[in-house]
Protein backbone atom coordinates (compact mmCIF):
# COMPACT_ATOMS: atom_id res chain seq x y z
CA UNK A 1 0.00 0.00 0.00
CA UNK A 2 1.53 3.44 -0.99
CA UNK A 3 1.16 5.81 1.71
CA UNK A 4 2.42 9.67 2.01
CA UNK A 5 2.33 11.30 5.06
CA UNK A 6 2.92 14.90 5.39
CA UNK A 7 3.74 17.10 8.19
CA UNK A 8 5.27 20.48 9.49
CA UNK A 9 2.51 23.14 8.68
CA UNK A 10 2.05 25.78 11.43
CA UNK A 11 1.53 29.41 11.92
CA UNK A 12 4.48 32.01 11.34
CA UNK A 13 5.19 35.29 11.11
CA UNK A 14 5.99 37.13 7.26
CA UNK A 15 9.96 36.18 6.92
CA UNK A 16 9.63 32.79 8.86
CA UNK A 17 10.36 29.33 7.93
CA UNK A 18 9.09 26.01 8.47
CA UNK A 19 10.55 22.89 6.83
CA UNK A 20 7.64 20.42 5.65
CA UNK A 21 7.97 16.38 5.42
CA UNK A 22 6.50 14.20 3.55
CA UNK A 23 7.07 10.20 4.51
CA UNK A 24 7.05 8.07 2.09
CA UNK A 25 5.97 4.44 2.06
CA UNK A 26 5.10 1.55 -0.72
CA UNK A 27 7.28 3.32 -3.61
CA UNK A 28 10.51 3.86 -4.73
CA UNK A 29 11.51 7.20 -4.56
CA UNK A 30 14.28 6.08 -7.47
CA UNK A 31 10.88 5.70 -9.68
CA UNK A 32 8.55 8.59 -9.10
CA UNK A 33 8.57 12.06 -9.03
CA UNK A 34 7.63 13.65 -5.57
CA UNK A 35 5.87 16.74 -6.12
CA UNK A 36 4.75 19.75 -3.48
CA UNK A 37 1.54 20.83 -3.99
CA UNK A 38 -0.37 23.55 -2.32
CA UNK A 39 -4.08 24.81 -2.43
CA UNK A 40 -5.37 28.42 -0.92
CA UNK A 41 -8.95 28.82 -0.39
CA UNK A 42 -10.57 30.02 -3.46
CA UNK A 43 -7.98 28.90 -5.39
CA UNK A 44 -6.70 26.04 -8.19
CA UNK A 45 -3.93 23.69 -6.79
CA UNK A 46 -1.02 24.51 -7.54
CA UNK A 47 2.62 22.71 -7.89
CA UNK A 48 5.26 24.27 -5.77
CA UNK A 49 8.17 22.47 -6.11
CA UNK A 50 8.64 18.72 -7.52
CA UNK A 51 11.52 16.35 -7.59
CA UNK A 52 12.76 13.34 -9.52
CA UNK A 53 15.65 11.73 -7.45
CA UNK A 54 16.66 9.61 -10.13
CA UNK A 55 17.83 12.21 -12.71
CA UNK A 56 17.44 15.00 -10.23
CA UNK A 57 15.28 17.30 -12.70
CA UNK A 58 13.14 19.68 -10.53
CA UNK A 59 9.99 22.26 -11.10
CA UNK A 60 9.40 24.92 -9.34
CA UNK A 61 7.02 27.87 -9.74
CA UNK A 62 8.45 31.30 -9.93
CA UNK A 63 6.98 32.45 -7.00
CA UNK A 64 9.11 30.54 -4.66
CA UNK A 65 11.88 30.61 -6.72
CA UNK A 66 15.04 31.19 -4.34
CA UNK A 67 12.96 30.60 -1.36
CA UNK A 68 12.12 27.66 -1.22
CA UNK A 69 14.10 24.06 -1.70
CA UNK A 70 13.69 20.75 -1.86
CA UNK A 71 15.53 17.51 -0.75
CA UNK A 72 14.79 13.89 0.18
CA UNK A 73 16.48 11.75 2.97
CA UNK A 74 17.08 8.27 1.49
CA UNK A 75 17.61 6.46 4.42
CA UNK A 76 14.35 7.50 5.73
CA UNK A 77 12.51 7.90 2.28
CA UNK A 78 11.46 11.30 2.75
CA UNK A 79 11.25 14.40 1.00
CA UNK A 80 11.46 17.72 2.39
CA UNK A 81 10.65 21.09 1.48
CA UNK A 82 12.57 23.93 3.17
CA UNK A 83 10.41 27.18 2.92
CA UNK A 84 12.28 30.54 3.67
CA UNK A 85 11.21 34.21 3.68
CA UNK A 86 7.92 33.17 3.94
CA UNK A 87 5.08 35.47 3.04
CA UNK A 88 1.57 36.13 3.72
CA UNK A 89 0.68 34.62 0.03
CA UNK A 90 2.17 31.06 1.18
CA UNK A 91 -0.62 30.42 3.23
CA UNK A 92 -2.19 27.18 1.87
CA UNK A 93 -2.92 24.03 2.51
CA UNK A 94 0.62 22.09 1.18
CA UNK A 95 0.26 18.46 -0.18
CA UNK A 96 2.70 16.05 -1.25
CA UNK A 97 1.85 13.51 -4.00
CA UNK A 98 4.35 10.83 -6.02
CA UNK A 99 3.30 10.34 -9.97
CA UNK A 100 5.46 8.34 -12.75
CA UNK A 101 5.38 11.97 -14.62
CA UNK A 102 7.20 13.66 -17.15
CA UNK A 103 9.29 16.72 -16.72
CA UNK A 104 6.75 19.03 -18.65
CA UNK A 105 4.10 18.03 -16.38
CA UNK A 106 5.92 18.10 -12.95
CA UNK A 107 3.67 20.75 -11.98
CA UNK A 108 0.38 19.15 -12.77
CA UNK A 109 -1.97 18.08 -9.98
CA UNK A 110 -4.04 15.68 -12.60
CA UNK A 111 -0.75 13.87 -13.39
CA UNK A 112 0.21 12.42 -9.79
CA UNK A 113 -1.20 9.41 -8.88
CA UNK A 114 -0.90 9.33 -5.18
CA UNK A 115 -1.62 12.22 -2.57
CA UNK A 116 -0.95 12.35 1.13
CA UNK A 117 -3.12 14.45 3.46
CA UNK A 118 -2.47 18.11 3.61
CA UNK A 119 -0.91 20.68 6.20
CA UNK A 120 -1.88 23.33 6.64
CA UNK A 121 0.46 26.46 6.80
CA UNK A 122 -0.46 29.98 7.60
CA UNK A 123 1.80 32.87 7.57
CA UNK A 124 1.19 36.33 9.40
CA UNK A 125 2.22 40.13 8.24
Known amino acids: EVQLQASGGGLVQAGGSLRLSCIVS????????IGWFREAPGKEREGVLC????????SYTDSVKGRFTISNDNARNTVYLQMNSLKPEDTAVYYC??????????????????WGQGTLVTVSS
Open 97 to 114: AAGRVILSSYRDYEAYNY
Open 26 to 33: GLSLDEYV
Open 51 to 58: LSRRDGTT
